[in-house]
């Protein structure tokens, strides 16, 4: 009957990923003292927005209708400075400026998607 419009989707997936993000952030800071802990990141959000919706499924009886979201999984950040010693990678500059960044893009999401809850209920009249 009613369908969530795509820009609150979206907004939905940005926050979404700026959570899972925050977890492998703090998960990162918590190993920064683990000799051999290699620091982990998500890639960016608009390559797993572009990923998890190839194709609009217009019927419920199209391919893929109703398909759950995607689950995010972090992946070794190839872009970390050099090993410590211990083999440890993370620096906690580089994670409090990620910590920083992500907060930036959840603080979006949420913007975007008040944004578009109001035009929705303007355009109802409520």
Do not use: C, W
């Amino acid at each position: 009957m009613f369908d969530i419009p795509e820009v609150m989707r979206m907004a939905q997936g940005m926050a979404r990923h700026a959570a899972a993000r925050q977890v492998v952030i703090a998960e990162n800071i918590a190993q920064a003292d683990t000799p051999g802990y290699r620091a982990r990141d998500l890639p960016e959000f608009g390559k797993v927005h572009a990923q998890a919706r190839p194709m609009s499924a217009t019927r419920p009886g199209h391919l893929g209708a109703g398909a759950q979201h995607q689950t995010l999984s972090a992946v070794i950040d190839r872009t970390a400075p050099a090993r410590a010693p211990n083999g440890n990678t993370v620096s906690l500059e580089r994670e409090m400026v990620r910590t920083a960044q992500n907060r930036q893009s959840h603080d979006m999401a949420l913007a975007v998607y008040s944004s578009a809850r109001g035009i929705l209920r303007t355009a109802l009249g409520r």
